[in-house]
């Protein structure tokens, strides 16, 4: 994240601490996506990450007023957007586990991986093999490499230890290169 876009978002936040409306509605505008997105990687829901998202602005505009560090409002709303996917994932355990069961069986299915040879091929066996490790680790590579959070925001968003985070990352690089090196993509 850019410091520009935290900065307009730390505005944004203060002029909603102090009751505009139109400022709040900006707010919603540029994080509704992300939110969704956060709740998607647990969930695996598009339509549930949807009601997830929503149920986390009412907190988010309810308890704005209360966030001392306008800084912090990204780390801030995807950790209510995390508590609230794991809330929705302990209601659904049951139903989860018989689609997560289902779901590994497709994925047992074997993928040729030598006809691919342009770019997107590269990256499509990227996302299968990220997609091959455990969620925890899986949502601290996506939130460290394509959102660019730090280490210590990850921390709060996952309501987790700086080390746990560390760890996650160094673990997840190092299963992502034994995977790709099984499947003859290291150089």
């Known amino acids: 994240m850019t410091n520009t876009n935290k900065t307009f978002d730390s505005l944004l936040v203060l002029q909603c601490q102090s009751g505009n409306k139109k400022a ?42 209360n966030l001392k560090d306008p800084n912090s409002f990204g ?8 508590r609230k996917s794991y809330d929705w994932l302990r209601k659904n355990k049951k139903e989860l586990e018989g689609i997560n069961s289902y779901g590994k069986s497709l994925d047992q299915t074997p993928i040729d991986y030598d006809t691919e040879e342009n770019d997107d091929s590269i990256m499509i066996v990227l996302k299968k093999s990220i997609k091959m490790l455990p969620s925890n680790q899986q949502m601290v590579l996506h939130l460290f490499y394509l959102d660019g959070y730090s ?7 996952a309501n987790v ?27």
């Open 24 to 65: 709040a509605a900006i707010l919603v505008k540029r994080w509704h996506e992300k939110l969704c997105k956060q709740a998607y990687w647990y969930s695996k829901d598009i339509e549930a990450s949807k009601d997830i998202a929503q149920d986390s602005w009412s907190i988010i505009l309810l308890k704005i007023h």
């Open 75 to 82: 780390s801030w709303a995807l950790t209510i957007v995390t």
């Open 151 to 157: 280490v210590k925001q990850i921390a709060e968003i």
């Open 161 to 187: 230890s700086t080390g746990t985070i560390k760890s996650r990352l160094f673990t997840a690089r190092e299963k992502l290169k034994l995977i790709l090196k099984n499947k003859n993509h290291e150089k």
